[in-house]
């Protein structure tokens, strides 16, 4: 597959799985989260994007399933905090007048500590990988790279911006 095949996949693909989510939208306030099973779905088209765009030798695709493992391990702690985030939101009558402001800045600390742990994972599970691409790969990679996260951020991360305005 030629770069600009692959350029045009990698877009195609990103985008319309980003948009499955994007029904969740302000408007649309109480419509049900994606469930367990559309973000695994998301996890597994994602792993795909970017194994599919980097286009690994023999010997690259050795150190893929760290990487994989990393970026599957890092979707499954998000998933755990936004299930986590929805209690939370559930449980609460009155945000405002509820709760102890100490204890929600602590837990958006350890969400946040959380996120740069697994964030560093997959550095370092990258790391190893991205040594071995070509120049070629690599744009590929940065091309996949923000397409993907800024469709998944995007959709998913906006579900938690109530949360963030809690600093």
């Known amino acids: 597959m030629g770069s600009k095949a692959s350029f045009a996949a990698i877009a195609l693909l ?7 989510f994007a029904a969740e939208t302000p408007s649309t306030v109480g419509v049900a989260q994606p469930s367990a099973a559309d973000l695994k779905s998301l996890t597994d088209i994602r792993v795909g994007i970017v194994k599919a ?3 690994l030798t023999s010997e690259q695709e050795k150190l893929w399933p760290a990487v994989e ?4 391990n890092r979707a499954k702690n998000r998933q755990a905090r936004l299930e986590r985030i929805a209690e939370l939101h559930d449980d609460a009558t009155d ?5 102890n402001p100490v204890e929600l800045m602590q837990r958006r600390a350890d969400r946040l500590i959380q996120r740069g742990a697994d964030l560093k994972k997959l550095a370092d599970a990258w790391e190893p990988l991205y040594k071995t691409l070509s120049d070629d ?3 590929r990679m940065s091309f996949a790279s923000y397409v993907v996260v800024r469709g998944m951020h995007d959709v998913i991360e906006h579900s938690v911006e109530a949360e963030d305005d809690d600093d």
């Open 53 to 55: 765009a980097l286009q």
């Open 137 to 139: 790969q690599k744009r």
């Open 14 to 20: 990103a985008t319309t799985s980003s948009l499955t």
């Open 69 to 72: 493992e990393a970026i599957r």
């Open 95 to 99: 945000p405002l007048h509820q709760g």
